[in-house]
């Protein structure tokens, strides 16, 4: 007796299998995270970032013009503030013409139907490079979350379309919606980063920025008081729904990979846009086992954007934009 259904019929070759195939990754799934310095005609590869660059303004420019040609219409702008600007208040993250305003607007004026979404975070700007304001070895939550909303209010005035709080302070989606409603933003969209987990994968993203929490006495060594235990499955669900009644038009899960059963339990969940950040040590695992010839780049690469968008997401932030969109075209 031979079965009458053979799932191997839908294998066969590639042209059934594309026909069939339930996840699709398209350019439109991408956020790209870009890194800003200031200077001119800078380039700078980050070292535990192969082929991933700090672009100074002027280079900028050029770099989202090429995404755009290629079909990326969204970025997401983190900054490197030069140490001499860096303090305890955050003053330099409220400069109208600080390092991220003049990013918003030079990305603006060269793709203007660019998405451009904002990093509304403390840590670029702070002596201790933590995402909050310290006092007596503590994180400060609500003068923390003043901060942020006045930072979020300066993107918008620059042109931001969306901002993206990523510290995890408490009550912060809620005052930055009421902040950028008084000042008439009320277009502007929020990407909250909902459950951001105090992850080990961070350390090449901090090496992009510089801005590792300093390792000096009374100073939290981690962001474990702020960002979630990775232990932690309901809470993240908590926190979602929190921010979501708070005013956050989407939300994200940081890390990726690690989170999947995360991802799928947001998205079963909520009914906003859901988004993924690959961050920056899974990048660096990849591009290492690749130079060490022990996987193949592109079917890896491949392999987890596609888990990634199957688990849920609706968005893909990910260092991995451009060569999946060049393996696309092929």
């Not at 105090?198 to 962001?223: C, E, H, Q, T």
């Not at 079963?268 to 022990?294: F, H, I, R």
């Amino acid at each position: 007796m031979y079965p009458l259904r053979r799932n191997r019929r839908l294998r066969a070759n590639e042209a059934i299998r594309s026909m069939v195939r339930e996840t699709i990754i398209s350019p439109n799934d991408f956020l790209v995270p870009l890194f800003v310095v200031e200077g001119k005609n800078v380039k700078e590869e980050i070292t535990s970032m192969p082929n991933y660059f700090r672009y100074s303004l002027d280079l900028l420019e050029k770099e989202v013009k090429e995404l755009w040609n290629m079909g990326l219409k969204s970025v997401l702008l983190f900054v490197k503030v030069p140490d001499n600007l860096k303090d305890n208040k955050g003053k330099e993250a409220i400069n109208a013409n600080g390092l991220m305003q003049r990013a918003i607007k030079t990305v603006k004026n060269a793709c203007p139907d660019m998405l451009v979404m904002t990093d509304v975070a403390f840590d670029p700007y702070s002596a201790y490079g933590h995402d909050g304001i310290v006092q007596n070895g503590m994180i400060l939550n609500d003068e923390s979350v003043d901060l942020l909303a006045e930072m979020s209010v300066s993107h918008a005035q620059a042109g931001a379309d969306f901002v993206a709080p990523s510290d995890m302070m408490d009550g912060r989606i809620l005052a930055i919606r009421e902040a950028l409603e008084d000042e008439g933003f009320t277009d502007t969209g929020i990407m909250s980063y909902s459950a951001k987990y105090a992850s080990a994968f961070y350390g090449p993203f901090r090496d992009a920025l510089d801005s590792a929490p300093v390792d000096m006495k009374n100073i939290p060594k981690d962001k474990a008081t702020y960002q979630m235990d990775y232990g932690n499955r309901f809470e993240a669900l908590r926190e979602t729904e929190m921010d979501i009644d708070e005013g956050a038009d989407m939300v994200m899960i940081k890390p990726g990979l690690c989170y999947l059963d995360i991802v799928r339990e947001i998205k079963n969940a909520v009914d906003v846009p859901v988004a993924v950040y690959q961050v920056s040590g899974e990048y660096a695992m990849l591009k290492a086992a690749t130079e060490k010839g022990w996987l193949n780049h592109d079917a890896v690469m491949m392999e987890q954007i596609t888990a990634i968008k199957r688990a849920g997401a609706d968005v893909i932030a990910s260092y991995f934009a451009k060569d999946v969109v060049r393996l696309l075209n092929r």
